[in-house]
């Protein structure tokens, strides 16, 4: 089906708010963004022969963190297509068309959550991990009192720009998580987002929060929902955990997204967790040659590998590269000559997000070997360890 692929006008957007409120079964009210323009966002849209709005998607002007330094990012949002105008390469234009623009406004890589992985592994990206929200019994949560050194106190307004630089201390060591920065996240705020938000402080540094939402009642299946929760020391993480205990009495179920791997993790007893919500989330490069300048590298790692990349959709990245990493520091140059080493983007994505490596794409088809060659060099690519997206956009 033949469309025009263009950034949306503000004329256009109560039509935009349509098609996703039907695709998504929205409240038929729309909120006063939806239909005003939005710093920190870029709306595209799909229009058919006859000018009329069939698809939509949304380019998220979102940082990632990646080994201690910030990727510019692409998410997308708030794809939908008219149902009479589906199976018919609306999607498609429609994400290349973004990816054209993401590209031009210096984009390096791009995130989303999928409602379904087929339409998106077909333009590129792939399932690079999992959001999960788990359940666990508040009773189970172990008790301890907080360590002398430190307090608790209940946080309000004036508290969250300090919260959000703790998140920063521990998000910007990893790999995918977002800055939560820019103007997406520069709102002015005069009261908390959720019920609570419990501090845990050493001298009066901050060194640990949870916002939670209460939910409701107080029976067998009440809950209370962790939304964001993060410590820079063990300690803070079991203070918190215990400060989240005490609620047992009222509220037996506990919801929470543990992040691998980090402190508050690390004392919780996720042998009792249950899976309450799984989000699959998919990733894919916007320009390879920023994916890998931009981001960080493990320090000691040394190396360089050639191969070919082919990508439909970002005929950009398509071409033989040289990979060159040392120091912490990577880039791709041109390479000229033929590798026996041929990569999908798809492939690509897998990779550099630390969710497979060479042996394994391999296998998968997204990685095709000539003569008998070795994968394994192209592991170069996925040495900074797995990327994680804990936030749901």
Request: aromatic share 6%; net charge negative; with cysteine.
């Amino acid at each position: 089906m033949p469309v025009t692929v263009r950034e949306l006008t503000p004329d256009d957007l109560t039509d935009a708010w349509q098609l996703g409120r039907l695709a998504f079964g929205s409240d038929p009210q729309p909120p006063p963004h939806a239909t005003a323009p939005v710093p920190g966002l870029t709306r595209y849209g799909a229009f058919d022969d006859g000018g009329r709005l069939v698809g939509k998607a949304v380019d998220l002007h979102h940082d990632q963190w990646w080994e201690d330094r910030k990727v510019t990012a692409a998410d997308v949002g708030g794809v939908a297509v008219a149902p009479e105008a589906r199976g018919r390469g609306v999607a498609r234009a429609l994400l290349g068309g973004l990816l054209r623009g993401a590209h031009d406004r210096g984009a390096a890589v791009s995130a989303l959550f999928p409602t379904v992985t087929a339409p998106y592994r077909a333009c590129g990206w792939d399932v690079a991990g999992v959001l999960r929200t788990v359940t666990l019994p508040t009773a189970a949560l172990p008790r301890h009192r907080p360590a002398p050194h430190l307090s608790l106190r209940a946080g309000q307004a004036a508290d969250l720009p300090a919260v959000a630089a703790l998140y920063q201390r521990v998000a910007r060591h990893r790999c995918g998580l977002l800055t939560r920065q820019g103007e997406l996240f520069t709102h002015p705020v005069d009261r908390l987002p959720c019920d609570g938000l419990t501090l845990v402080e050493h001298d009066g540094d901050l060194v640990g929060y949870a916002a939670w939402n209460r939910g409701r009642g107080y029976g067998h299946d009440a809950a209370l929902t962790v939304e964001d929760i993060a410590a820079s020391t063990g300690d803070a993480a079991r203070a918190l955990i215990s400060s989240l205990a005490s609620w047992h009495s009222v509220t037996p179920t506990l919801r929470i997204c543990p992040l691998p791997g980090d402190a508050v993790s690390a004392h919780l007893p996720l042998e009792a967790a249950r899976e309450h919500e799984r989000d699959l989330w998919m990733h894919r490069p916007v320009d390879v040659t920023r994916a890998v300048a931009d981001r960080g590298w493990p320090a000691h790692l040394r190396g360089n590998v050639d191969f070919t990349l082919h990508d439909d959709l970002a005929d950009w990245n398509t071409g033989t590269w040289r990979l060159e990493v040392a120091d912490g520091d990577a880039r791709l140059t041109r390479a000229g000559t033929e590798p026996d080493l041929r990569l999908t983007v798809r492939g690509f994505a897998l990779l550099y997000c630390g969710a497979t490596n060479a042996h394994t794409a391999a296998e998968a088809g997204l990685l095709h070997l000539g003569g008998g060659a070795d994968p394994r060099p192209l592991d170069l690519l996925s040495a900074g360890g797995a990327a994680h997206l804990h936030d749901y956009f």
